[in-house]
């Protein structure tokens, strides 16, 4: 079963990305600024926070590039395909994508990248050119940043909304870091955007009911625990229910569901053969040979049963019933 996706709030972006609905200065704290020429920024494949084309200059993280600071938006990527299994259709996740703005002439303005972008509805939604293009694309769902050793409150944040990004998730890891304030605690904050802007969230409106503080222990638990299973369960089912999906719609799921069913078929049959073959030799008065139950793990040459409604002793028995390639060892 499909659903058709809901609008997203920032649908395509503002109509308008240029410097008059921008805060201006944005800062980047905890960047260096690089100059990156505009023919070089086509063909450049290095991550940047920002690019601007009126001065050329890009910005990137100070620090070099850790599994802290890429960790959660690998792990956010990984927490949305279970919920997508559990909500019966695909979620996608694109990395750090170029998040582009064109000038009035079609030429690069500004760019910017993310640490994690979540489209729920990738189907209908994803762009499909090089970049997701403010204005033109459908923007993502889901913005996730990582501020390991930066802030993005003090610059990017303000790009985000003025550009029309429906929800920008704020994460600062638990590990520490030497460029990290020490005022700073570690938490998940969600940032949702309304006719005033961005307002501080309890939960995320794309994964209704993941909490802030559920989507912060996920993104930093060293192993998945129960506890974030439980909650993965709760928001995949919240969706399906909402878009009339289940997780039999997703294909990989069905087939290990259906694998699953057939193991304990099969095991349940192995049982019931083995307490039957049992009962024969039993009251035939023929001793149950000890090699028997670990013999019917394994696939049998004959059927059990009748082997032992034929056999005249045990020996006679296992003979009938072990696989001949293992009949001498």
């Given amino acids: 079963m499909t659903a058709s996706p809901p609008t997203s709030p920032g649908g395509r972006g503002a109509a ?3 410097a008059d609905t921008e805060p201006a200065p944005p800062e980047f704290p905890g960047c260096r600024a690089v100059r990156i ?4 920024i086509a063909g450049f494949e290095g991550r940047i926070e920002y690019w601007d084309a009126a001065t050329e200059t890009a910005w990137m993280v100070c620090e070099p590039t850790t599994v802290y600071h890429e960790g959660p938006g690998q792990r956010l990527a990984h927490l949305a395909a279970l919920i997508a299994a559990g909500r019966g ?6 990395g750090t994508s170029d ?3 064109r000038d009035a002439r079609g030429e690069r303005q500004r760019i910017m990248q993310a640490d994690q972008i979540v489209y729920m509805h990738p189907v209908e939604t994803v762009p499909r050119g090089a970049a997701v293009e403010v204005g033109a694309d459908h923007l993502p769902d889901v913005v996730l940043e990582v501020d390991y050793s930066t802030d993005v409150r003090r610059g990017k944040l303000g790009l985000y909304e003025a550009w029309g990004f429906p929800e920008v998730w704020v994460e600062v890891p638990d590990a520490a870091s030497p460029g990290r304030s ?7 904050t969600i940032h949702r955007l309304g006719p005033g802007g961005y ?3 309890a939960a995320s409106a794309a994964f209704p009911g993941w909490t802030a503080a559920e989507i912060h222990t996920a993104l930093n638990e060293p192993r998945r625990s129960e506890a974030t299973s439980a909650v993965l369960t709760r928001v995949g089912r919240a969706l399906g229910d909402a878009e009339g999906t289940v997780p039999d719609d997703d294909p990989w799921l069905r087939g290990q569901r259906g694998e699953a069913t057939r193991k304990v078929t099969r095991e349940a049959t192995r049982e019931a053969t083995l307490k039957a073959a049992m009962q024969v030799l039993r009251a035939r008065g023929i001793a149950v040979p000890e090699r028997l139950g670990r013999l019917l793990t394994d696939a049998a040459a004959g059927d059990p049963v009748e082997a032992a409604l034929a056999c005249r002793d ?3 028995f296992l003979t009938r019933v072990t696989p001949r390639d293992r009949s001498r060892t």
């Fill in 16 to 18: 308008l990305a240029g």
């Fill in 182 to 188: 020490r005022r700073r605690p570690s938490g998940l």
């Fill in 89 to 94: 259709s695909p979620i996608t996740t694109l």
């Fill in 99 to 101: 998040l582009l703005v």
């Fill in 199 to 201: 307002r501080p969230a």
């Fill in 37 to 40: 020429t505009r023919d070089a």
């Fill in 314 to 316: 045990g020996a006679d």
